[in-house]
């Protein structure tokens, strides 16, 4: 919700207009603050039982400040007075250290707002509800499951940022996350772990009514025995949702962002406006949504976060770009970035996208390094299924793939329906033609 400015504890506003006032005293032309306070309660289930119940409160301090363009930065864990004025009087020694930048700044004058969304206090009884719900359905409808750990926790928090050119926004959020990890066991052998994240408002849900978290746990029941193949082929890539948030990751890492572009190894970075992918991709960052509780309505710049396309019919319609790399680079900055991620929805049921395979992978999770700065990409398909003539047939030991990120998006050939939803992202299946898929 958004609503005219306001801070709900006073703590933050007090620490916020400190270190203005400290960054003024010692001589900086212009500086900022990020002032957050959390609240963290857990309940962590590992080796068979309740291993954890906590609560945790952290304050966090960063701030910057420039002087003719030189920055000094540092963060702290106090909001107590002597505490910031060190801090600021460290900031200060380092910026007369620092190489000036032109690029350097601070946020510029915008409408101050606030936002909220969650509620503030959990619902303990409410998460040990739904863990035990989670072992209860998991044993009943996949016994060969074992969790090693599962986390049910609650996050609030409240944050502030603050500049010296009268920019104020604040952000109260809550909301619960359920991570694990998992694997399959039968008979003295054992699947590939695998694992999910979800985030929610309403902690009494049923977990395992999930489609989502059905797949996953029928899928590693389905692994516990996987066969190899040898030599090599070129086929189809069937990338799974959760699979899918990796190489997004990728893609905006080596084309869109802040580091490839102030580098200019970028091989997008001259290409705004143009076909750089199939017409059937589409994906925007977004700041608000009724599904994805994780997306956040500030970025971390000091701007409010607003939706954004990103590529819209396989077109480059943003980068992603903070103040900073804006400033570098000459282009716009983003309205979001960081944010969470949404993947268009495409007209091919799942059922007919697979059907469509004649020799290639379903790919439930990637493991490998980081792409070269062309986009060159290659690592182990893990959690995986080969398809045969349309056919989901055997599970698979770890395989290579190896291909172009640019020319995988150029070269999506189908994207389901259906769509699956963690809190942070909703995203389909998508099909990808002429992947190097390597056995033993």
């Known amino acids: 919700m958004k609503q005219a400015f306001e801070v709900k504890d006073k703590a933050l506003l007090e620490a916020a207009d400190l270190i203005l006032d400290e960054i003024k005293a010692v001589g900086a032309d212009e500086g900022e603050a990020w002032i957050s306070r959390e609240a963290l309660t857990e309940v962590y289930y590992e080796l068979g039982k309740v291993s954890m119940v906590r609560s945790v409160f952290t304050d966090n301090v960063r701030l910057k400040l420039l002087s003719a363009k030189r920055k000094g930065s540092t963060t702290l864990n106090s909001f107590a007075p002597e505490d910031i004025r060190l801090a600021v009087q460290e900031a200060w020694q380092a910026a007369q250290a620092a190489a000036p930048d032109e690029a350097e700044g601070v946020a510029e004058p915008q409408e101050n707002l606030s936002f909220s969304s969650g509620k503030e206090k959990p619902d303990l009884d409410a998460m040990y509800e739904q863990l035990d719900q989670i072992l209860r359905d998991s044993k009943k409808d996949f016994p060969k499951i074992s969790f090693d750990s599962i986390g049910i926790e609650h996050h609030y928090a409240e944050s502030l940022y603050a500049n010296s050119k009268g920019v104020r926004l604040s952000e109260r959020k809550a909301y619960y996350q359920l991570t694990n990890m998992f694997m399959a066991r039968e008979d003295g052998k054992t699947s590939s772990f695998n694992y999910f994240a979800t985030v929610y408002e309403d902690p009494t849900g049923r977990v395992c009514e999930e489609p989502r978290v059905r797949r996953l746990l029928d899928e590693s029941q389905r692994q516990i025995v996987t066969e190899q193949f040898p030599g090599s082929f070129e086929g189809d890539l069937v990338i799974t949702p959760g699979c899918l948030t990796d190489i997004l990751y ?182 990808v033609r002429g992947v190097t898929i390597s056995g033993k």
């Open 250 to 431: 990728y893609v905006a890492d080596t084309y869109l962002e802040d580091g490839a572009m102030i580098s200019g190894t970028s091989p997008w970075k001259d290409r705004l406006g143009e076909q750089v992918a199939s017409p059937l991709v589409n994906m925007e960052l977004v700041a608000e949504h009724p599904q994805l509780p994780g997306a956040s309505r500030l970025c971390s710049d000091g701007y409010a976060a607003e939706n954004m396309t990103v590529i819209e019919q396989g077109v480059l319609k943003n980068f992603i770009l903070s103040r900073y790399g804006a400033a570098r680079t000459g282009f716009s900055r983003s309205g979001n970035y960081g944010g969470a991620t949404i993947f268009g929805s495409g007209e091919t049921p799942l059922e007919e996208l697979i059907a469509g395979v004649q020799k290639g992978i379903l790919m439930g999770r990637f493991s490998g390094g980081s792409p070269s700065p062309a986009g060159d990409l290659s690592g182990v398909a893990k959690n995986s299924f080969l398809i045969e003539n349309g056919k989901v047939t055997k599970a698979l030991s770890e395989v290579m793939i190896s291909g172009n990120l640019a020319d995988m998006l150029r070269d999506v050939v189908a994207v389901s329906r259906e769509r699956e939803c963690s809190g942070y992202w909703l995203l389909p299946w998508v099909r």
